[in-house]
């Protein structure tokens, strides 16, 4: 098994910034790939970013691309989504997200997600 836990959400204006954190524990070497999702009221989940254990591979949705950075501290089993530019489209739970291959919602395991809020 691997815990997923999410910290750093909160509310910021339009145009800030925020980092969020994901810390992995238990069978992380199961997990080559980690990444992060959203999911807004009345909408479907959806993918945001997604990275290799080495940080060498990642993936974007075209909805945040040149806003937002994923990284990996691989020695403290971490991911990190840095959020700038924010937008109140932005506003979701976002969860972390660790699989074999690039997450995807069928993904294997979650965390508990943490709310960020764009206000306008």
């Known amino acids: 098994q691997v815990q997923l836990v999410e910290s750093g959400g909160g509310l910021v204006q339009a145009g800030g910034s925020l980092r969020l954190s994901c810390a992995a524990s238990?069978?992380?070497?199961?997990?080559?790939?980690m990444g992060w999702f959203r999911q807004a009221p009345g909408k479907e989940r959806e993918f945001v970013a997604g990275?290799?254990?080495?940080?060498?591979?990642?993936s974007y949705a075209d909805s945040v691309r040149g806003r937002f950075t994923i990284s990996r501290d691989s020695a403290k089993n971490t991911v990190y989504l840095q959020m700038n530019s924010l937008k109140p489209e932005d506003t979701a739970v976002y969860y972390c997200?660790?699989?074999?291959?690039?997450?995807?919602?069928?993904?294997?395991?979650w965390g508990q997600g943490t709310q960020v809020t764009v206000s306008s």
């Open positions: 997200a660790a699989d074999k291959t690039i997450p995807t919602i069928h993904a294997e395991y």
């Open positions: 990275i290799s254990r080495g940080g060498a591979i990642t």
């Open positions: 238990g069978r992380t070497y199961s997990t080559s790939f």
